[in-house]
């Protein structure tokens, strides 16, 4: 048994005494009386769940030691993320501790919301309901809610039927309709099915996103990496299409730039020339038969010679996967560009191998776009006398400004808003019903057939909260005037609910499941029929100004929709391409940069037909010249004042610029809709930028080898490799050598580690202008070098932290020991000896040495989760990546325990756990069987400034790329 | 510009022309004083912030995680060094032009001393442990890294300053036993007591001389020694533009060059101020001046070597630091140095610049900002391009960091000022040593 299975059970066992622990939970965490006999002081207990923060829904391990969750790790059992997160699920504890969360019920009186008692706030609506349903306009109540996969959407439902309101909808921004409409079109069924990327042999991507947000980032991440990566032996081909070099582009082998909303007749080029080739199913010849190749390649901007290169490296795939997303699927013309890529995949044979309909994704149960649009029409013309909303739903911000939403919601009669923190919906709520953290709260999700997540609560809740289901059933009972135990609504609380409808399935096992973390099974893959009549491609119609630029609104890979904005930690790890922290930006192409006289930095005014935005400009060679990007979902800066919506100065989300206009297909709402005009404002905001440059200057900093080169090294090893020379002995390792290898190959640049150790080893948050200045004190950062042609270079990331040298230039010249060497290989770093010369910092080559320039707050009650295993950083003193000392020291412990050594899979440091692409391993250098030795010794191992002979205990292994897709 | 003196002073001008600068002082004086005083505690204010906040409050950052206050460290410790060679140096090769500003050379010394040795206690992110630098005993047997140059830097500088100090006094001696006999109060208290009992005897006299001599060749040493510590923080360190064997000398002629500089700034007001065109004759300038240019020659030098190990040794992380040294952000400085330091004292090539007060002075004072730019140079910028790109960067000084270091100029000027009020800043007894002594005949030398 190891450390994890005794933790799960633990766990397990656990949970009954948490849920005992939060009833009644009050606002306060109060220390243990009576001590709970399942809770040892200084030994952690883990409870698996199911992360919220998108609708993902990857399994989560809570860390909960003495009481309080202090980390969250992937479940490794979980089908979806099998152990990995991805940043914002590293940093939903933000939003467990968030200073800013209700405290409490809370009603609006006068301008402002006053705290109430849930008697009173209840009593409110419970009221309002009860008219509403005595005069028979039951119609005039809505319920709007966050994706609700389970047995909460289902209690959703019941209520609204009990209650004769609007039906539940469910609103996510980003709901991927044009797949599901396209899906029908195509295949006959109307549903997302699950793209397998991991057995593809090369994937075209139409902008999806997949590292960033894409349907399930963590999942397809993953796969992407087994389909990809040199490590695995695949060494698949990855082909991204899309106007805008975004993360995912920068991982491909190739990426093609196309005018923005060309996706789809790029596709239909690619099908007719496959097909021209005798590379696909003639049946399909039809179809494209209308397409006019040098047309497309001319409106595309997307070279004939590169569409038919294309078609060929897709035609010849066994099997290939054409997938789409993003704004190329979330124009106008989205379900046409979709159905042009479901074509692709028809007709090279992918269906059923690499496209799988059955386990479909739970986006495809998302509320349609249009329903949304038709409630706040109800809305608009005052049909809607209740409004309930809840938490993770923040349709004021999040939804295109052309939706009216805003305006509407000010006909409501009652807005009740179950939000955990204030946002710019709750600032028109009348009564805040504060729902608890997913962290806190029973429940279930099922981000895909056959795959449902349960959750349990993994600490007392932190404020005043109650869960969502707990105030339907009683609200609903209320308004009904039912009694608990009878009427359609007849559960005491919403875990009672939840295990009653579980049981038929668990039988009696339900401590097992909450063990695993949910249920899950295969599910057959359902067998569908691609059909196709004739295809015309056209681009995505855009309004504004013909000679504007087309607006790409994508969803930001740290906020999201807007969800992860409040979290610090998302707002400190920087944007991997822009490395830009704290502000938004529009992303401006250099060429319309120079006319318009602007530098990154400037701000530019972007106006739209629909409204404006003043952002300061990032000046990109890559993006296309006939568009301009910006990130969706930045809003205030967490913990600062002014830091809500009201009295934020300006907007920095781009649907604020949106129209109402839809995909007519679809229905789902046009990301890629309005044209865009800039102009110079004058004024100057700095981006807070942490890469000096992204140029190598010849440093060899991030190394990469060709395919063929790294096949035949790997094969017969590589020659002429040289040890660096030393006047000294060698050091000697008595016990463990502890060391790292990180496979560049594999990173893909997510910053799921960067927040990872954040969170584990309570680094601090220094804000926009120290990060600005070269001041924050992350303890791993990932670069972002650049090579080639500044309009199309190869990206490589390369994830940097403390190298521990053996021949560290940072020890020799501490004058009081505080940097030493210790006998386990670590460059340790002694906090209170620490005088703070920062001689160790300035001789360090790699600049990975973090200080403490201030004494940095943790505003409460975000302090609660401090690591109690990692010490606190004082002010003055330097600081840096322990390798995880304290997991170390745990993983010893624990085979000391079991009388042996360590072995792989003992430890794994905070960053490597995350990884969802495993480009991070850890273990024993003087092992020769560890996982750790072999890599580095692999054909690709080399070490950062090599030269220098510091001899890094951080072996890196170099990027394969491919001479050409 | 002055009227000088044609003739030689007597003894009894000599008494009467020193022990007049020790009169109780004017109100210019105190006008002098309070100001420096001001600007002294406007740089307490702001290390007091410093402390409080955190050493965030002075500009640096990564990559500069050293910048304003090592900068002004290296310098005053460079300041020191001319003190310790006209006294020491000056006097082992007899070179008799020293006599009459080598106490104020002296003074300059230990002042310089004593401001440097403030930096490191700003400099520190938590200077209430800098104790942790000394090899005390503690039983924790803790004890400091001696291979780290910082803690070199501890022992030569502490050395430096207590055998700067012992020999200042030592020197002052016959002197201010002079003051004693010549004085009453509180200030004859404390005149005797620094007198150590001093008669004039024969025997003391030997004693006296043999122990200056054995002081200055203690002394020597030191000019050559502390400097090239104080410069292998730097050699010792990695840092493209740092790792260098040329620091040592390069460090120590750098020194002797601004200490040169500061002594000439610190006597010419003197001279003129207090009237002792007599004492500092044009020889004395004439000599101070040609050390200068000496010194600045062989600075030259070792600037074009830089130069030239950095694109001769192919290295390429020290040609990119130079390249961008010479052209971007801070280049300014460089060439202001460059300009400063080897083009300026190109004028003591003229014999009449040589004497002249006024060109001296002007020579002197951009000498001093070449050299404090000097140390500037190496560390900001070297620190701004090193070997990892990700972390280049500018740094920008705060008002803390400003601050505070012009609150050590005034700190330092503080002292020195008490110091002309309180002691003898001519040697008494070395420029008697200098003149014909006294004859019974009045004719000789009595009249001028």
Excluded at chain 1, 77 to 104: E, S
Excluded at chain 1, 748 to 768: D, F, Y
């Amino acid at each position: 048994m190891n450390r994890r299975d005794f933790f799960k059970i633990v766990g397990a066992t656990g949970a009954a005494a948490a849920t005992a622990g939060c009833q009644g939970a009050g606002e306060h965490i109060l220390p243990l009386v009576v001590p709970n006999e399942q809770l040892v002081p200084g030994v952690a207990s883990w409870f698996a769940t199911v992360c919220r923060e998108c609708p993902a829904g990857c399994g989560v391990l809570a860390r909960n030691r003495d009481g309080r969750v202090v980390k969250l790790e992937g479940n490794p059992d979980h089908p979806v993320n099998a152990g990995a997160l991805c940043i914002r699920g590293q940093a939903a504890l933000q939003g467990l501790y968030h200073p800013d969360r209700f405290a409490g019920p809370r009603v609006r009186a006068g301008g402002g919301l006053t705290p109430a008692t849930w008697e009173n706030a209840q009593k409110l609506v419970v009221e309002r309901l009860a008219a509403l349903r005595g005069a028979g306009k039951g119609r005039a109540v809505a319920l709007v809610t966050q994706l609700e996969q389970g047995s909460l959407g289902v209690l959703a439902d019941r209520w609204t039927q009990a209650l004769g309101a609007r039906p539940h909808v469910t609103l996510e921004p980003f709901a991927y309709e044009a797949i599901r409409a396209a899906s029908r079109i195509t295949f006959g069924r109307d549903a997302i099915p699950y793209y397998a990327l991991e057995e593809a042999q090369v994937v075209v991507s139409f902008g999806a996103d997949f590292v960033e947000t894409w349907l399930s980032t963590v999942g397809y991440t993953r796969a992407f990496a087994r389909m990809h990566a040199f490590r695995d032996g695949r060494a698949g081909t990855f082909i991204h299409v899309e106007p805008r070099q975004s993360l995912t582009a920068s991982n491909a082998d190739e990426w093609v730039r196309n005018a923005p909303g060309t996706e789809g007749m790029v596709a239909l080029a690619v099908l007719r020339l496959m097909l021209e080739e005798g590379l696909g199913d003639r049946r399909f010849a039809d179809a494209v038969a209308r397409v006019d190749v040098k047309q497309v390649a001319e409106r595309s901007g997307v070279a004939e010679a590169t569409l038919r290169h294309l078609a060929r490296a897709f035609g010849h795939a066994r099997p290939g996967l054409a997938i789409g997303g993003g704004v190329a699927v979330s124009g106008t013309n989205a379900t046409e560009t979709q159905v042009a890529i479901n074509l692709l995949n028809a007709a090279a044979g992918n269906v059923g191998r690499t496209v799988r309909f059955g386990p479909d994704s739970a986006y495809g149960r998302v509320t349609p776009y249009a329903e949304v649009a038709q409630l706040v029409q109800a809305m608009q013309r005052g049909e809607i006398e209740v409004l309930l909303l809840g938490q993770g739903v923040n349709p004021v911000h999040a939804l295109p400004a052309g939706l009216g939403f805003a305006e509407a919601a000010r006909r409501v009669g009652l807005v009740v808003s179950l939000a955990t923190q204030p946002d710019e919906t709750t600032a028109l709520a009348h009564v805040i019903l504060p729902d608890t953290h997913w962290l806190e709260a029973w429940g279930d999700y099922a981000p895909r057939e056959g795959v449902t997540g349960l959750l349990q609560p993994t600490m007392s809740p932190v404020r005043d909260a109650r869960p969502l289901g707990d105030v339907l059933l009683a609200v609903g009972r209320a308004v009904l005037g039912s009694e608990e135990g009878k009427g359609p609504l007849p559960w005491a609380s919403f875990e009672q609910y939840l295990k009653a409808a579980w049981e038929p399935v668990v039988r009696g096992q339900w401590a097992a499941a909450l063990r695993q973390g949910g249920v899950w099974r295969d599910v057959a893959p359902a067998a569908v029929q691609a059909t196709a009549g004739p295809l015309a491609a056209g681009a995505a119609a855009l309004e504004g100004d013909a000679g504007g630029f087309a607006l790409l609104a994508y969803p930001s890979l740290r906020f999201y929709d807007g969800r992860g904005a409040s979290r610090a930690w998302l707002q400190e790890a920087p944007d991997t391409m822009t490395q830009a922290v704290w502000d938004a930006w529009v992303e401006v192409p250099a060429e319309a940069a120079a006319r318009l006289g602007v530098a990154t930095g400037d701000v530019v005014r972007v106006s739209s037909p629909h409204g404006a935005l003043e952002l300061p400009a990032y000046v990109s060679a890559t993006l296309h010249p006939q568009a301009v990007a910006i990130p969706l979902g930045h809003r205030y800066a967490p913990y600062h004042v002014p830091r809500y919506v009201a009295a934020a100065p300006t907007a920095m989300s781009p649907a604020a610029l949106l129209g109402p206009a839809t995909d007519a297909a679809s229905g789902g709402a046009a990301w890629l809709g309005v044209r865009v005009t800039l102009a110079r404002t004058g004024a100057r905001r700095p981006l807070a930028i942490l890469q000096a440059t992204h140029d190598q200057d010849h440093r060899e900093l991030a190394q990469h080898v060709d395919l063929r080169a790294a096949r035949e090294q790997a094969l017969r090893g590589r020659a002429g490799r040289h040890e660096t020379i030393s006047m000294y002995a060698d050091q000697v390792y008595p016990g463990y050598h502890w060391g790292l290898a990180i496979d560049v190959d594999a990173c893909v640049g997510c910053q799921a580690c960067v927040v990872a150790c954040q969170a584990e080893n309570n680094v601090a948050v220094t804000g926009k202008a120290s990060a600005a200045y070269g001041r924050q004190l992350h303890w791993i950062r990932i670069e972002r070098w650049a090579e080639g042609p500044a309009a199309h270079p190869t990206n490589t990331f390369l994830p940097m932290l403390c190298q521990h040298c053996e021949v560290a230039p940072c020890e020799p010249v501490c004058p009081v020991f505080a940097a030493y060497r210790t006998e386990e290989g670590l460059n340790g770093q002694v906090y209170n000896r620490c005088v703070g010369t920062r001689y160790c910092g300035n001789n360090c080559p790699y600049h990975v040495r973090r200080f403490n320039w201030f004494q940095y707050e943790f505003p409460a009650p975000l302090e609660v989760q401090l690591n109690p295993d990692v010490t606190v950083r004082q002010l003055g003193i330097m600081e840096k990546c322990t390798m995880c000392i304290q997991r170390i020291i745990a993983g010893k412990d624990h085979a000391r325990d079991a009388k042996r050594t360590v072995r792989d899979g003992d430890i794994l440091t905070a960053c490597q756990q995350t990884c969802p692409t495993r480009a991070i391993t850890f273990g024993n250098l003087t092992d020769d069987t560890s996982a750790v030795t072999g890599l580095r010794h692999s054909p690709r191992a080399y070490t950062v400034l090599e030269e220098l002979g510091t001899r890094p205990g951080v072996t890196y292994l170099k990027k394969v790329v491919r001479e050409h897709a | 510009m002055s009227d000088q003196p044609t003739g030689t002073p007597t003894f009894a001008d000599v008494n009467r022309d020193v022990l007049r600068t020790l009169e109780p002082p004017g109100h210019r004086y105190f006008a002098w004083m309070s100001v420096v005083a001001l600007i002294l505690a406007g740089g307490i204010l702001f290390w007091t912030g410093q402390v409080w906040w955190g050493i965030g409050m002075a500009g640096k950052r990564v990559p500069q995680m050293w910048a304003l206050y090592i900068t002004t460290f290296v310098f005053w410790i460079g300041i020191g060094h001319a003190g310790t060679l006209i006294s020491a140096v000056l006097y082992l090769f007899r070179a008799r032009w020293r006599t009459s500003i080598y106490r104020a050379a002296e003074a300059m010394t230990i002042f310089a001393v004593l401001t440097a040795g403030l930096f490191p206690l700003i400099h520190a992110g938590r200077m209430w442990f800098a104790y942790f630098l000394l090899p005390y005993p503690n039983q924790r047997y803790l004890w400091p890294n001696f291979r780290s140059p910082l803690v070199w830097d501890v022992f030569a500088i502490s050395t430096y300053l207590s055998i700067s100090t012992v020999f200042f006094i030592v020197g002052l001696v016959p002197d201010i036993a002079a003051l004693r006999d010549a004085s009453t109060g509180w200030r004859r208290r404390i005149y005797a007591l620094l007198a150590l009992g001093w008669e004039g005897s024969d025997n003391q006299w030997r004693h006296y001389r043999r122990a200056y001599g054995l002081f200055a060749a203690l002394a020597t040493p030191l000019v050559l020694s502390v400097h090239s510590v104080v410069s292998w923080d730097f050699a010792m360190a990695l840092v493209p533009g740092w790792h260098s064997t040329l620091f040592a000398p390069f460090f120590v002629d750098g020194a002797i060059f601004s200490g040169f500089a500061m002594v000439a700034v610190l006597v010419l007001p003197m001279r003129h101020f207090f009237g002792l065109h007599a004492y500092i004759r044009d020889k004395h300038l004439d000599a101070m001046s040609k050390l200068i240019l000496v010194t600045s020659l062989v600075l030259t030098y070792f600037y074009l070597s830089e130069i030239f190990t950095a694109l001769y040794s192919g290295d390429h992380f020290e040609k990119a630091s130079l390249f961008w040294k010479v052209t971007r952000t801070y280049a300014w400085a460089l060439w202001l140095m460059y300009f400063c330091n080897c083009i300026a004292p190109l004028i003591f090539f003229v014999k009449k610049a040589r004497t002249h007060p006024v060109v001296i002075y002007v020579v002197s004072i951009l000498v001093l900002i070449g050299m404090w730019f000097e140390r500037f140079n190496i560390i900001v910028p070297s620190l701004a391009h090193g070997f990892y790109p990700y972390t280049w960067g500018i740094f920008v000084p705060s008002p803390t960091d400003t601050g505070i270091v012009i609150g050590s100029f005034a700190w330092f000027f503080l002292l020195f000022l008490g110091f002309i009020k309180l002691m003898p800043s001519l040697s008494i007894v070395e420029v008697k040593e200098t003149l014909p002594p006294p004859m019974r005949d009045t004719r000789h030398g009595a009249h001028h």
